[in-house]
């Protein structure tokens, strides 16, 4: 009996000391992504409207030459409150464009024939759909400063009323 309790432990032993060389090694990634927190659009910039005309409107006889174009109207669109790690606001720019030049006009939807509305930044950078552009947070703020005008490719505008409308989306970096 002796003899079978020292076999038994021998042998339980014997298990014991193989069941760790069965366990398989276990490797664990842990990740994380760390995003830039987003700044405020500021009040003055959620909703736009910039009326093109200043309100006077737009005689036809003067926009009946191909490339003929208004005067350029300047807007900003800011963004404020940026926090501590936020470095860049990317701006991307949508709505319809005109197919004359999608670069950066965008189809006018009003009932005025043979123009559209173009849409630059103030240093000429043609902002038309899927456009995107990168400002540098400065100060926890970034102002986009923005041009638009009536502009006609082909001349031959026909009295009625522009309208195009453009969505700006910002992300952060």
Known sequence: MKAKLILLTLYMAAIAYALPSLAADTTMTMTATVVASPCTVDSDSITKTIALDGG??????????AGASSAWVNFDLKLIDCPAG???AVMTLSGTPDEANPDSLYKNTGTAENVAVELQGTGGQHFGNGKTFTG???N??????LQTRAY???GGVTPGTIQAVVTANFTYQ
């Open 136 to 138: 540098v947070i400065v």
């Open 152 to 154: 006609t490719t082909d």
């Open 86 to 88: 936020t470095t860049n």
């Open 140 to 145: 926890n703020a970034y102002t986009f400063h």
């Open 56 to 65: 006077n409107g737009f005689q036809a006889k003067d926009l009946q030459s």
